[in-house]
Structures are given as C-alpha cells and as structure tokens.
C-alpha cells in the first residue's frame, strides 16, 4: 500500500488532467493528441512523421492520418523533410495560433488551483513538483514527450525546466536547431 503522499499526488494529478482535458476540449485541437501535437510542432517545427509520433505516442499509421485530419483543417502543411524519405511538418498560421489557444486553455486551466497558495507556498510547490518532474523520465526523447502540452517559453526564465538535466540527446532529431525561429506570441 501507498502512503497519504502518494495517494494525494495521484488525486491531484488525476483532477489536474480531468481539469485540462475539460479546457482542451473547447479548443481548435479536437483531442488530447491533436493538442499536444499542435503545441508540439509549435516549439519544433519541421519535425517527422516520426518524430511526432514518438511525442503523442501514437503508432505510423494512426499519427498519419491526425496529420491527414489537421492538413484537412488548415492547421499544418507537410513540407520537404531533411532527406528524401522525410516530410517536415510544420503550423501553417491557423495551426500556431491553435497552439497559442491550447496553451491558453491549459494556463485558464490551471491557474485557479494556485490561486490559494500564499507565495512562499507557491515557490515551494514549484521546487517540490520540479524534483518530482525531474525523476519522470529518463532521456531527451521522453522529456520531449512530457512536455508535450507545456509552453516552453515559461521555461526559458529561471529556474528553467526541470527536464533540462536528462540525458544529452543523442538523436539530432531531438535537439532544437540553433536557427529555429521562436513562434510568435
């Protein structure tokens, strides 16, 4: 059996994403996976097919046809991949400002449960959840995909991300291009 700390960590983190689905639902994204994959391609544009299924963990087949779905809507194009067997994804401007509305759903979301913390209460939650985050995954591909529904620019500022200590990516896939334009916000 697991302690009162692991049983409160699992309601919240339970009612957190009740909370966000509920907020993603209103958007452009028509599920979850749509969400993530928006947001996703917003932060890494130009990633695979492959890539993106690695990120909303999904199957080849199954990641083809929400690209298909979200090329149908007007939210993404495929573009030149990096080799001749690749297709870039990439937001057309309809897709990114998508993005910007599940990010906003996400922050509308989230932010009335901080609101009754004091704000050393709040720094502390902060540190305690950014050591939790960091033992949640192991490498650069599974930080990609944990952070598939965050905005990356909160975690420019300090501290930064808390997923920034995994291992060094190995896959160039997984590094952002010194060149990759930040998305308009």
Avoid: I
Avoid at 38 to 48: C, F, I, N, T, Y
Avoid at 80 to 103: H, I, P, Q
Wanted: aromatic share 2%; charged share 25%.
């Amino acid at each position: 059996m697991g302690d009162h700390a692991d049983q409160v960590l699992g309601l919240t983190a339970l009612a957190v994403m009740d909370r966000l689905r509920a907020g993603l639902a209103a958007g452009a994204a028509r599920s979850e996976v749509e969400a993530g994959a928006l947001v996703h391609l917003q932060a890494w544009p130009g990633g695979s097919l492959g890539d993106l299924a690695a990120v909303v963990g999904l199957s080849q087949p199954a990641t083809v046809r929400m690209v298909d779905r979200l090329v149908e809507r007007g939210l993404l194009r495929r573009e030149a991949g990096r080799d001749r067997r690749t297709v870039a994804l990439v937001l057309t401007s309809a897709g990114s400002r998508a993005a910007d509305g599940v990010l906003a759903a996400r922050a509308e979301a989230l932010a009335p449960l901080m609101k009754q913390l004091s704000g050393s209460e709040r720094e502390t939650l902060e540190f305690l959840l950014g050591r939790v985050a960091a033992g949640l995954v192991e490498d650069r591909q599974g930080a990609v995909r944990a952070c598939r529904l965050c905005d990356r620019h909160t975690c420019e500022s300090d501290p930064g991300c808390p997923l920034e200590g995994t291992a060094s990516p190995v896959d160039p896939r997984w590094q952002r291009p010194a060149t990759s334009p930040r998305p308009n916000r």
